[in-house]
């Protein structure tokens, strides 16, 4: 018996060892095997708080600060420790009822219970004020310093484009991004999103199970300072923006001026335009979506860079520039003119009363149709090349090398290629070889599939001042520092046609103002080349269009400006860029009739009276 | 020279001593971690809880010493006597004590309490051994096997008034003497085998419950010698089970209070409250887990520091040891209860005298409880049960009944030789 209970012994010692055993082994199990135990300890105490940088500035030509940033403040929460708050009083604060905020705090728990989500972005410095007193009442609840993007002059909204929170897509993509980050979603704020937005940082800190702050993690080992986004400079003229959008008031087009030595644009309007602050803060999603909704004047729609004209006669200096570099046209080469142009069949294309017959001068000066057609007759019916589609594509060539039908390449997003119809656009068209010049002969008067951006216009316009190149159009000149260019648009791109054959152009620009088609855009101090063009439209009235630049030697801008609906050049798009001329380089503008007339004029139905209000009140928000 | 007339501190156990002297030093650590306080760095400073640990830990020392000079036979002598004593003491504290954490054990003296059922265990420990060292103890009969129970239960009883069930909880540990001495492996098997299939019956179906235990006693049968009295036996044990199976949702919903219910729950994972009832078990477990091997280093855990872990210093002193001193440090302190348990059997094995090995028994097998309860229950093991971890907990009435515990068998160890 003794024996037996002796034995019991090693029952009970094994059973001490099957105790330590099971311990073992689940302390190498929560300890060693799995990892959410630590994540968990993390979870429980550090919170990573997002340190955000100010977005980089954006100054004009003239040093003038264009864009900048104001205090605004996010109301954190962190869903974990929200206690059962007294949800009328922060409703009431924030102006949201119940049902919202308790919507709000779900989506907020759904995204983690931990870590903090923006409960309400972008409260105006004004607003934090009442908030700020009461915000201890509501633990779970913080505020954290934003930044909200504010503009000097409430012009160029679609140049400069605007913020917003990274959109999920975004964030899949760019692990820079976080929920509630800001991104450059339009013009230059996307274009230079990259230098403008910054280095964020990223404090440590640990807090207790009470939630009271108990200092930096590890003294600040693992924490990071943001760095400040960098400041841009600008190539507008801000004064100059803003007179060009007073002139277009109530007027559907667009005015793009370029320093034609440079590149630089001087002013991108496009009208109808909106305040750029309508888009900034918490405001921007209910004025966007307003804006949006406005699908009449579509002010968000940016036609300086997406709308595409046909060019009208400023297209005939194609021809005179072409044809010469062809070797099918001289100065003096004179086409006789009654009243139009034969294309056969009984019909022509109509000409206006003018003397007859005229060199190429007199040609541009009154903007003879019928001696362009057979200007553009002879490039195309050329015996140099062998057939038509060959001289054809060999015009294309030379007509793209001002930049045409393909993007320029300017620092913002959305530009449009514009279209010089390809040879298979037409074979498709009219089937293959059965196509001659008599066919598109309205390409010669800028007709037809041919369509141009104002942008591409205004390059256009600057590649003849500059007799024959021209610089990538761009809005900013430098990045960081006043004087650090930006190198890929310094590149000067030659066109296809020889600087000798300019001069004459010019001359017969130069007529155009002094006693052609465009005697309205006359500037007595300065020397003005422009020509005129009448787009046909199928949906309305002609589109008036007229570039130009000045002075003739040694030009400081070229310009072009499309006003829709309007009529002939010279009625509207002329005396407007004679008077941004004026603007540019007197700075002040002496013919206060012609000014008054402009701005005055209303060439959308009076309806636009109406929106403008409606922008108005939307600010008011 | 005679063995009688060697040093006392020749012939105690050093290997016990140096192990209790490290829990100690590991305790007094550990609690400074648990409850550090920047503004009261120093480890000394008597306003906070590891000061005052120091102090009692140097009165457990005290009466270490003073029990090792005292005559060995005391102790077998005076059995019934402080036996006695502490039960009166239990009862006396469930009317003039102090009300702490909801348990009515405490006596005040000063700015301290004194929790005399820490004491009672070790008082029932010596009188189960004086019982069984009796002449004519047979835990065969079950006249014997009463008397050694009531033993047991007097004081766990009285401890279950004062509405400690943990503590009274642990009285039933010392089956593990009774049966060294000779009860039926049946007991200590239902101790075991009854919470495991009350936890089954929570978690399966209780009908394909029933079915195993149909097959198990069908097996059962098979294999005995088909006896009238042995089927009987086997019918009744099977219907007995049955009987458990089917009452333990009852015994849950109706007889358990609450927060046992929620911990039980919590522990089979129907209860997955992380900030209600599962709270303490989760946070002990991610102070635990985030140890990984090293651990965080001392004083660097924050589980601990930030106090996400509750009752850091007492109950929950292994999530401290575990945070900032890793896979390593908690094996470590694993193994040295491990040695310190198996070291006691072993020495008590070696007693020459019943009542010693007894005792020695008794002192393995109430460390061994609060053992696995404790670190059990941090590591989500078993259900929460309040009852601290011997030497390391913060606490003087623990330590102090602890140290006696053990002294008083370090004690009779050294004198084996005289006592017979």
Excluded at chain 1, 108 to 133: C, D, H, K, V, W
Excluded at chain 1, 199 to 210: A, T
Excluded at chain 1, 227 to 238: P, Q
Aim: proline letters at 4%; charged letters at 20%; hydrophobic letters at 45%.
């Amino acid at each position: 018996m003794e024996r037996v209970l002796a034995f019991r012994k090693y029952l009970i010692l094994g059973f001490i060892l099957l105790i330590a055993s099971i311990f073992l082994a689940r302390l190498f199990y929560v300890q060693i095997m799995v990892d959410k135990y630590i994540l968990s300890a993390n979870n429980n105490v550090l919170r990573y708080m997002t340190q955000y940088p100010a977005r980089g500035l954006v100054f004009d030509r003239y040093g003038e600060l264009l864009v900048y940033n104001e205090a605004a403040y996010d109301l954190m929460v962190i869903p974990k420790q929200v206690k059962k708050p007294d949800t009328a009083a922060l409703c009431s604060l924030l102006g949201i009822d119940a049902e919202e905020f308790r919507s709000r705090l779900q989506k907020a728990r759904a995204f983690s219970p931990y870590r903090p989500s923006i409960f309400e972005a972008q409260i105006t410095r004004e607003n934090f004020g009442f908030l700020e007193e009461k915000l201890f009442l509501f633990p779970g609840f913080y505020v954290q310093p934003r930044t909200l993007r504010k503009y000097s002059y409430p012009v160029a909204a679609h140049a400069f484009g605007y913020i917003g929170e990274a959109s999920p897509e975004v964030i899949a993509r760019n692990p820079y991004y976080r929920p509630g980050d800001y991104i450059g979603i339009s013009g230059i704020e996307k274009s230079y999103e990259e230098v403008l937005r910054g280095q964020k940082g990223m404090k440590i800190r640990v807090f207790d199970v009470l939630n009271r702050d108990k200092g930096s993690f590890r003294d600040g080992k693992y924490d990071t300072t943001a760095v400040a986004g960098i400041d841009l400079y600008a190539t507008m003229d801000v004064q100059l923006q803003q007179y060009g959008e007073l002139l277009m008031t109530n007027k559907k087009g667009s005015i793009v001026a370029i320093e034609p030595s440079t590149g630089e644009i001087l002013c991108l309007v496009t009208s109808p335009s909106y305040d750029p602050n309508l888009l900034s803060g918490n405001i921007r999603k209910k004025n966007y979506s307003a804006l949006l909704a406005d699908t009449v004047y579509v002010p968000l729609f940016n036609r300086a860079l997406m709308a595409m004209y046909p060019p009208g006669s400023t297209f005939k200096l194609v021809d005179a520039l072409v044809g010469q570099q062809e070797g099918v046209l001289t100065p003096e080469t004179r086409y006789g003119c009654q009243l139009g142009f034969a294309i056969g069949n009984g019909k022509k294309v109509a000409c206006h009363p003018h003397p007859s017959p005229l060199d190429l001068i007199g040609a541009i000066q009154t903007s003879c149709n019928a001696y362009f057609c057979r200007v553009f007759k002879s490039i195309i019916d050329n015996h140099a090349y062998p057939g038509t589609r060959k001289a054809y594509e060999n015009w294309r060539k030379e007509v793209m090398s001002f930049g045409f039908g393909k993007k320029l390449g300017i620092d913002m997003p959305g530009e449009l290629n514009g279209n010089i119809p390809s040879p298979a656009y037409y074979d498709k068209y009219h089937g293959v070889n059965r196509w001659r010049s008599m066919t598109i002969i309205s390409l010669a008067i800028g007709q037809g599939e041919v369509g141009i951006t104002p942008l591409q216009l205004a390059n256009f316009s600057a590649a003849i001042a500059n007799r024959g190149w021209f610089r990538t159009p761009h809005l900013i000149r430098a990045i960081g520092k006043k004087d650090s260019l930006i190198g890929e648009f310094t590149t000067r791109h030659q066109v296809a046609v020889d600087p000798r054959y300019f001069e004459v152009v010019v001359e017969g620009m130069a007529n155009v103002v002094t006693a052609g088609t465009a005697t309205g855009a006359k500037l007595d101090s300065v020397e003005i080349c422009g020509k005129t063009g009448t787009a046909q439209n199928p949906h309305g009235k002609n589109h008036s269009i007229f570039i130009a630049f000045a002075p003739r030697n040694n030009p400081k801008i070229a310009i072009s400006v499309v006003c829709e609906n309007a009529g002939f050049g010279a009625t509207w798009a002329a005396p407007i860029a004679s008077l941004m001329i004026e603007k540019y380089l007197k700075r002040t503008v002496k013919r206060k009739d012609v000014e008054e007339r402009m701005i005055g004029g209303n060439l959308i139905n009076g309806k636009y009276d109406d929106d403008k209000r409606k922008q108005r009140d939307l600010s008011q928000d | 020279m005679t063995r009688e007339n060697k040093g006392i501190f020749h012939r105690i156990d050093w290997v016990l001593v140096v192990l209790y002297l490290s829990m100690l030093l590991i305790g007094w650590l550990s609690i400074y971690a648990a409850v550090y306080d920047e503004n009261h760095y120093h480890i000394f400073d008597l306003t906070q809880k590891y000061g005052k640990q120091m102090v009692f830990i140097i009165a457990a020392l005290l009466l270490a010493m003073g029990i090792l000079i005292i005559d060995p036979k005391f102790f077998s002598q005076f059995t019934w006597f402080i036996y006695g004593f502490f039960l009166f003491m239990l009862v006396v504290v469930i009317f003039s004590g102090r009300e702490i954490a909801g348990s009515k054990g405490w006596f005040a003296i000063g700015g301290f309490g004194i929790q005399p059922a820490e004491f009672a265990k070790m008082a029932t420990a010596l009188a189960l051994a004086k019982y069984l060292s009796l002449q004519d103890i047979d835990l065969r009969k079950y006249k014997n096997v009463i008397g050694a129970a009531t033993i047991i239960l007097i004081p766990a009883l009285i401890v279950m008034l004062q509405h400690d069930t943990g503590s009274a909880i642990v009285f039933l540990a010392l089956v593990i003497v009774l049966y060294r001495a000779g009860l039926t492996g049946f007991v200590p098997l239902a101790f075991i085998g009854l919470p495991v299939l009350a936890i089954l019956a929570l978690l399966i179906n209780k009908l394909i419950l029933v079915a195993i235990l149909v097959l198990i006693a069908g097996g059962f049968y098979f294999f005995s010698k088909r006896k009238i009295r042995t089927s009987l036996l086997i019918l009744a044990l099977f219907l007995g089970l049955s009987g458990f199976v089917f009452s333990v949702d009852y015994s849950v919903h109706h007889i358990l209070k609450s927060h046992q219910r929620n911990r039980i729950e919590v522990l089979i994972g129907k209860q997955t409250d992380l900030k209600g009832a599962g709270y303490n078990v989760n946070q002990s477990l991610i102070a635990i887990g985030s140890g990984k091997l090293f651990g965080k280093g001392f004083l660097q855990g924050t589980q601990t520091k930030y106090n996400f872990v509750p009752e850091q210093s007492t109950d929950f002193i292994f999530c401290t040891i575990g945070e900032e001193w890793g896979f390593v440090g908690s094996a470590l302190l694993v193994i040295l209860f491990t040695g310190m348990i198996v070291r006691l059997i072993q020495r008590a094995e070696r007693q020459r005298s019943r009542f010693s090995r007894f005792y020695g028994y008794g002192v393995a097998s109430i460390i061994l409880f609060h053992f696995a309860i404790n670190i059990g229950m941090t590591l989500g093991l078993v259900p929460v049960i309040g009852i601290p971890l011997p030497f390391i907990s913060y606490g003087g009435s623990s330590l102090w009944a602890f140290t006696i515990l053990l002294f008083i068998f370090i004690r009779q160890d050294s004198s084996r030789f005289e006592l017979v």
